[in-house]
């Protein structure tokens, strides 16, 4: 993986983490992110609309697979918002995040890609680290941590990122190279969740009305933060083999997800997540250094 392609990603995870911070400190997620998702669709129909008739970056195989991603997200953003309503950010962030390494290395593996042995211990690493972050102490660690009424929530959310990820991959060839053809593709895939995820947002708002004092401010700010994270990981995509590694070096969000507890929201537990942090920037090394 070139060092270009690994600054890409690192720059993705700060962005991540920022707008899944933003979400989960709102009292309603699914509004959060139907206004977020909203905001991206509105503020870039014009530049998408005026690109794509230009430059015709999507082929009908790339259009096959955003409109597969999107429903994928759609999917993935039901998930998360029950996952975040049910569960501490801690917990849910964490997990959700490492569990698509192990599934996505593994699908590596099966189509002739596998990691390299430092790749596997690399993956390890991150998925370790990842599951030491919502702990307080280590005598905590337990499976009742992680198995309780929250945990199908994150599967199903781990899922959608497999799906998504997997599709967006294969995509990439498809597309032309460079950032321009990954900013139309992902604007597409961001307007197929958004019709994916509405219809849902739209009947629990029918039985519970969101607060009125929410605003538009935080979800634009979100959802340029969460446009450009995904923008940089498809532009990632088409530089490098194995979308396992792209994905284990999104788990850096886990870390900077610590750091901003820590420091904005006073969280418990500081030495055993900082040995969570130090397990998966290991695993990030590994992984970008000897994982070829």
Known sequence: MSLFAIFLILLSTGFHAGWNLMAKGQAREDVFFLRMLTVTAVVGFIPFCVAEFSLRCLTPLAWACVLGSGLCCGGYYI????A???????????VARALPVVILAVCDALRGNAPSLPGWLGVALVVLG???AP????????????VNKTSLWMVLTASGTVGYTLLDKAAAGAV???????????????VISLLTYTPWVLRRLRRAPAPVTMGWLL???????????????????????????VVAFRQFSIVIGVVLGF???????????????????????AIGFWGR
Not at 84 to 94: C, H, I
Not at 135 to 146: D, G, N
Request: net charge positive.
């Open 79 to 82: 998930c998360l918002a029950r």
């Open 84 to 94: 975040y309503a049910s569960g501490d950010f801690t917990t849910v962030y964490p």
């Open 130 to 132: 990842a599951l030491l």
């Open 135 to 146: 702990l307080i102490s280590l005598r905590e660690f337990s499976l009742s941590r992680y």
């Open 176 to 190: 032309s190279a460079g950032p321009a053809a990954a900013a139309i593709y992902g604007y597409a895939f961001f």
């Open 219 to 245: 979800p634009g700010c979100a959802a340029t933060m969460n446009f450009g994270a995904y923008w940089l990981i498809l532009w990632a995509y088409q530089l490098t083999q194995r979308a396992g590694y």
């Open 263 to 285: 420091i904005c929201f006073r969280e418990q537990g500081r030495v055993v997540r900082i040995i969570g942090a130090l397990l998966i920037t290991a695993g990030l090394a």
